[in-house]
């Protein structure tokens, strides 16, 4: 698991290409990340499905709560059949771009 911090934002990226031990080791180090935002870059992996990317939904609605961004990145995917409570996007440049678009409605008051 690689971690880089970006002022704000920090990017958690799998290394090993192990799906559920990435999602067991970002879920029980959560509390290193809870204060900033996040983006979960899963481009490593080539065939995820739908319910792989739902089982951040618990991380993403707890995330959301204490008013951080929570961004998934992962390419090859079919965006619409994500519920509308995660974001999931094809880029990292992308995720970047969503995390400040949520800093400003926040700062806005939305």
Do not use: C, W
């Amino acid at each position: 698991m690689k971690v880089d911090q970006k002022g704000h934002t920090i990017t958690i990226k799998d290394t090993q290409g192990d799906f559920t031990s990435f999602l067991m080791k970002v879920t029980h180090q959560y509390k290193t990340f809870e204060k900033h935002n996040l983006i979960i870059d899963l481009l490593l992996y080539k065939d995820l499905s739908t319910d792989s990317i739902k089982l951040f939904l618990p991380l993403s609605k707890q995330h959301k709560k204490g008013k951080k961004s929570f961004v998934i990145v992962t390419s090859d995917f079919d965006y619409n059949a994500v519920p509308a409570k995660l974001t999931v996007v094809p880029s990292l440049l992308e995720a970047h771009d969503i995390i400040e678009m949520e800093e400003i409605e926040r700062e806005l008051g939305f």
